[in-house]
Protein backbone atom coordinates (compact mmCIF):
# COMPACT_ATOMS: atom_id res chain seq x y z
CA UNK A 1 0.00 0.00 0.00
CA UNK A 2 1.39 3.12 -0.58
CA UNK A 3 0.43 6.16 0.95
CA UNK A 4 0.82 9.95 -0.43
CA UNK A 5 0.08 12.84 1.31
CA UNK A 6 -2.46 15.47 -0.84
CA UNK A 7 -0.48 18.83 -1.38
CA UNK A 8 2.86 17.52 -0.24
CA UNK A 9 3.95 14.26 -1.33
CA UNK A 10 5.59 15.30 -5.20
CA UNK A 11 4.34 12.96 -7.72
CA UNK A 12 7.59 12.37 -8.86
CA UNK A 13 8.50 11.67 -6.14
CA UNK A 14 5.16 8.17 -6.05
CA UNK A 15 6.89 7.50 -9.26
CA UNK A 16 10.32 6.84 -7.71
CA UNK A 17 9.23 5.25 -4.62
CA UNK A 18 6.88 2.72 -7.43
CA UNK A 19 9.95 2.26 -9.29
CA UNK A 20 12.12 0.91 -6.27
CA UNK A 21 9.16 -1.35 -4.94
CA UNK A 22 8.74 -2.85 -8.75
CA UNK A 23 12.57 -3.09 -8.72
CA UNK A 24 12.46 -5.90 -5.69
CA UNK A 25 9.28 -7.46 -6.84
CA UNK A 26 6.99 -5.90 -4.37
CA UNK A 27 3.06 -5.98 -4.86
CA UNK A 28 1.58 -2.66 -4.55
CA UNK A 29 -1.72 -3.25 -3.14
CA UNK A 30 -2.95 0.26 -3.97
CA UNK A 31 -2.81 4.04 -2.76
CA UNK A 32 -3.88 6.12 -0.13
CA UNK A 33 -4.29 9.52 -0.34
CA UNK A 34 -4.18 11.17 2.99
CA UNK A 35 -5.25 14.41 4.60
CA UNK A 36 -7.29 15.85 1.96
CA UNK A 37 -8.17 19.24 2.81
CA UNK A 38 -12.34 19.42 2.16
CA UNK A 39 -14.97 22.35 2.01
CA UNK A 40 -17.25 22.76 5.18
CA UNK A 41 -20.18 22.53 2.69
CA UNK A 42 -19.69 19.99 0.36
CA UNK A 43 -18.45 16.47 0.14
CA UNK A 44 -18.61 12.85 -0.85
CA UNK A 45 -19.05 9.28 0.58
CA UNK A 46 -18.93 6.03 -0.88
CA UNK A 47 -19.19 2.74 0.48
CA UNK A 48 -17.90 -0.54 -1.23
CA UNK A 49 -18.26 -4.22 0.40
CA UNK A 50 -19.70 -7.71 -1.22
CA UNK A 51 -22.73 -8.71 -0.04
CA UNK A 52 -23.08 -12.94 1.09
CA UNK A 53 -24.27 -13.70 -1.94
CA UNK A 54 -21.19 -12.17 -3.42
CA UNK A 55 -22.70 -9.31 -5.52
CA UNK A 56 -20.98 -5.88 -4.59
CA UNK A 57 -23.14 -3.28 -3.53
CA UNK A 58 -21.24 -0.45 -5.70
CA UNK A 59 -18.76 -0.27 -8.07
CA UNK A 60 -15.12 0.06 -6.95
CA UNK A 61 -13.70 3.45 -8.61
CA UNK A 62 -10.74 3.50 -10.75
CA UNK A 63 -9.81 7.02 -9.58
CA UNK A 64 -6.18 7.75 -9.27
CA UNK A 65 -5.64 4.21 -10.61
CA UNK A 66 -3.38 6.15 -13.55
CA UNK A 67 -1.04 7.27 -11.72
CA UNK A 68 -0.22 4.26 -10.17
CA UNK A 69 0.17 2.24 -13.77
CA UNK A 70 2.21 5.20 -15.37
CA UNK A 71 4.93 4.94 -12.40
Do not use: E, W
Request: hydrophobic content about 40%.
Amino acid sequence: MVVARSGKTPVAQIRTGLARLRAVDARVLGCVLNMQVTKADAGYYSYYGQQPDGRHRTKPSDAGIDLVRAA
